[in-house]
């Protein structure tokens, strides 16, 4: 294993993201503050509480979910998209550097900036909103296991990628909708049928509950079922990746 490639990868991902922390942290901050702050206090005059929580309380958990998803999966695909369309990505391929390896840089770097964006979106909710945390550990589990998710899956949709378009295209077109969908801004119980139903099979479902219950301290749903189906999404989306990136698929000219 080459340790010392993986640290430097990891060390250039983080300082990448880090010189433009205007683009990469205080944008998706802002938006999602504006988030917080329209649904919030627009909402919660008329839904003064969901599943026994305030409702400035409930959508916190969402939203710091909303922004470690977003950044983590923009991060590692813009990253290494970038790569592939100038061409240094010749530079990773000749390097001492196994899929392994490559995955830990690529993925390190993107669930730090994940992080760095959803703890500080739950820092300025707390400012209006009040600070809870009722369940650490299960807390940091769903923190990291959600921003590792994402990263991985950011990394899959770069190798598959050949246009920006393309790239573009998971945000859009899947993260969004399966977001929106996820119970970020209300109870999924609260759905009419059969979007109740379908929302089950939501795994943003489980990640933003999971949030949910460590942060507020109850949630509709187990959060051992909850943690099970993250783990095993982590475990097939590394899968998928590792073997794509071995095979050299859509790496190699």
Known sequence: MN?????????????????????????????????FIVFGYSISGRVHEVEGHPYLHFIVPGLVFLGI??????????SLFITKIQGTVVDLLVAPLG??????????????????????????????????????????????????????????AAVWAEKFEQINFFPTFVMLPLTFLGGVFYSVRELPS?????????????????LRYGM??????????????????????????YGVLRSGYKMKA
């Open 69 to 78: 998803a977003n950044n983590a999966f923009l991060n590692s695909s813009s």
């Open 194 to 210: 059969p979007w109740s139903q379908v929302s089950l099979f939501n795994p943003m479902v489980y990640m933003v509950e999971g």
């Open 3 to 35: 340790v010392l490639g993986m640290q430097t990868l990891f060390a250039k991902e983080v300082r990448r993201f880090m010189r433009v922390p205007g683009q990469t942290v205080l944008s998706p901050l802002i938006s999602t503050t504006l988030y």
């Open 216 to 241: 507020l301290g109850s949630s509709p749903f187990s959060p051992f079922v909850g943690g099970a189906i993250l783990a095993a999404t982590a475990a097939v989306a590394t899968g998928v990746t």
């Open 99 to 156: 899929p392994g390896e490559l995955m830990v840089g690529f993925v390190g770097g993107a669930m730090i900036r994940g992080l760095v964006v959803g703890l500080l979106t739950w820092v300025v909710a707390s400012v209006f909103s009040g600070f809870s945390l009722e369940h650490p550990l299960a807390t940091l589990y769903f923190l990291l296991l959600s921003s590792y998710v994402f990263s991985v899956l950011g990394m899959l």
